[in-house]
């Protein structure tokens, strides 16, 4: 693509008449004080604030009730498609309305925030990437647990729980993950525990790698459960934990003992 | 640790007379927007902010030179050692002060933020984590590169740059990192940016995968090279590209084409 055609593009694109604007904003785990003051701003400003459940609510109670739409849930009660709220995004900037979409965590971190950019490029909406802190770090993090150590973790490795690694056409390929002996962070990780413990173990790793759950991190009924790659889910199971929560794996989930008696909220 | 352990040691904190508190703070990749309102607030009301090069001088700035200690550098120019900056932070937290320990990106990824907790821990002293964002995925995200896509890539791993992966002790597996066929993001990327895409090509990584370096990510003079695996040093070496730089690697750098014109600052 060369400057020319981006400056036709960006010609197209006035004519078009298109004034809003939507930024994609990150809103971080779900404590209020972890929003960036961009996104505070943002919100403050916009016309309309689409969100769906999962900022959480503390953050939610904050944005003025007139300029939210819950696109998470609609009035029926069924879920809202990817599809509409692709539509809803360029028709609300298409009538010149500053639109933040506001997602949870960072919105380009498992946050079908990519799909949403090119949606709106393809349609001629200008938008904006505002990063947000992302669950996957901030989990470990608030439990005393550093993603990467010199001496534990030379990487740190995300994916998401959601999909099903029995499947054969699962497309994260835990064998590599456990491979790179750094620490691997799931998100979503409750649904799927058995499975990708499982799934690590056949890939050869040790079953006694620390293992830490962290329940609704950032937010006050934050809990953390420890275990091991081997007992973890059956800890998970006798504790009850429950989504949104993240897995931390790896020699780091060890280092939480170490600092925990010290590590205030 | 049983939980009484847990109250016998912090009585002995509490003996130590140990008032002060050390936070523990991500500053995010540059902009002094895209501080958390946490970090805002705590360099805002802190005695003193220990921080080095790295926040970068946008956010430096704000802070009240009555309360800043530059550890990156004391006065005869020479770097301070980490041994300085831990005792440091011990001593003015044992006086009593509210210290913020101010980091760029993240304290806790590649921060070695989990070694100053775990010297605060073994010296008594209470601390609080605050996560940022992290450059890791900020840099990618301001450049309209999502970290992950559901067609692209179920994972994202981040490594630094600072190690040479040349050296048969390098702890990074570059092997590993291409086999999971995720998004790989190097920090710190540009130094050994000729040695680490050897490695992957050698890994039997494809050389038209695209690559993109994001120099100054979120900075007022933030600028995005891209290339593939095969030309990247090239493409980084005549376009003069200095650190601070942030290299991402895979399929999701191509998206930067579908959606730049239309990306905003």
Request: no cysteine; glycine share 10%; hydrophobic share 35%.
């Amino acid at each position: 693509m060369t400057d020319s055609d981006a400056e036709t593009t960006a010609e197209a694109s006035d004519e078009a008449d298109s004034n809003g604007v939507v930024h994609l904003v990150g809103s971080g785990p779900g404590d209020p004080e972890l929003l960036t003051l961009k996104a505070r701003r943002l919100i403050d400003e916009a016309d309309v604030v689409l969100h769906d459940k999962l900022p959480g609510p503390e953050i939610i109670e904050t944005i003025p009730d007139g300029k939210r739409e819950d696109v998470g849930k609609r009035a029926g009660g069924e879920r809202t498609s990817q599809a509409y709220t692709n539509e809803r995004l360029v028709e609300l900037a298409r009538s010149g309305k500053q639109v933040v979409r506001l997602k949870g965590g960072d919105p380009f971190v498992f946050g079908r925030g990519g799909e949403e950019a090119a949606y709106l490029a393809e349609h001629g909406v200008d938008f904006r990437v505002v990063p947000g802190v992302t669950s996957a770090l901030a989990g470990p993090a608030l439990a005393g647990i550093p993603a990467t150590h010199r001496e534990h973790a030379s990487s740190v490795s995300v994916v998401t729980g959601h999909e099903d690694p029995t499947k054969d056409e699962s497309a994260v390929d835990w064998d590599a993950l456990a491979a790179t002996q750094g620490t691997i962070v799931v998100l979503m990780g409750v649904g799927k525990l058995p499975e990708y413990t499982q799934a690590l173990r056949e890939a050869g790793m040790d079953g006694e790698v620390p293992v830490a759950l962290v329940e609704r991190a950032s937010r006050p009924d934050e809990r953390v459960v420890a275990g091991t790659v081997e007992t973890i889910t059956r800890v998970a199971d006798r504790e009850n934990v429950e989504p949104p929560a993240v897995t931390v794996i790896g020699d780091v989930a060890g280092e939480r003992d170490r600092v925990r008696e010290f590590l205030r909220r």
